[in-house]
């Protein structure tokens, strides 16, 4: 453990560990063949695509739930539908495991404490645990077994505090602008935003709001991490 600087790294599942665009390519043809039904006309393919993009630029912390609302509000009762059917999916059966994520978080262990940082449900401990990486994390747990969400603040405080760690001793990484980054810096965190998935080109609002690294790859973090600590 480090006496000063960095000592805890907080990292994001989709996208960071996981390729998760799959569960993206699974939604929006689900919503192309369920939405008709639901409001009376054809949605096509650039809709949705469009549609999420309004949700990504928003800052919406849950794409899927600000999506669906796009098309049927003001009416509850079908957005609680399509959310149902989604908070229903056994996610982690679209995941793509980054193999070299085992490697670089074995590596950062041995000098660094690893937590999980991630809005996933708690079953996704299980697939994490299976692919042999949980075994490296502090702090297991995932936003579906405790009692907050990014982007709450709480969410990291909480993570911190099981830790036994301040906030300006940690780093988030995740790949979000808006859920991983902006309130991670704003409680004196230092970021990381690794560019991968649907939200790589979510815009930055303001300089304060500017990762204090940026990596392509969780391969670059080890690298990323060492920078930041000097």
Not at 65 to 79: G, H, L, M, N, Y
Not at 160 to 178: I, N
Request: net charge negative; hydrophobic share 35%.
């Amino acid at each position: 453990m480090l006496r000063s600087g960095i000592k805890a790294i907080l990292i994001d599942v989709g996208g960071p560990l996981v390729d998760d665009s799959g569960i993206d390519i699974y939604w929006n043809d689900y919503l192309i063949k369920t939405l008709p039904d639901l409001i009376g006309r054809e949605v096509t393919v650039d809709e949705i695509e469009e549609a999420n993009r309004k949700s990504i630029e928003s800052y919406a912390p849950s794409l899927y739930s600000a999506t669906i609302w796009q098309f049927v509000r003001p009416d509850v009762e079908k957005f609680n539908k399509l959310r149902g059917h989604f908070d229903s999916l056994n996610l982690s059966r679209f995941y793509e495991f980054r193999d070299e994520a085992i490697d670089v978080c074995r590596k950062l262990s041995q000098k660094y404490t690893l937590a999980i940082a991630a809005n996933q449900p708690a079953s996704t401990a299980d697939y994490l645990e299976e692919k042999g990486i949980l075994q490296y994390f502090d702090f297991k747990e995932m936003s579906g077994s405790i009692a907050y969400s990014k982007p709450d603040y709480r969410f990291f405080l909480y993570i911190a505090h099981k830790l036994d760690m301040r906030p300006e001793d940690c780093v988030m990484v995740g790949d979000r602008q808006d859920n991983d980054i902006v309130p991670a810096k704003k409680l004196g965190m230092k970021t990381v935003r690794v560019m991968v998935g649907s939200h790589n080109e979510q815009k930055i609002r303001m300089p304060t709001e500017i990762p204090d690294a940026t990596i392509s790859s969780i391969s670059e973090l080890p690298d990323a991490i060492n920078d930041l600590q000097s």
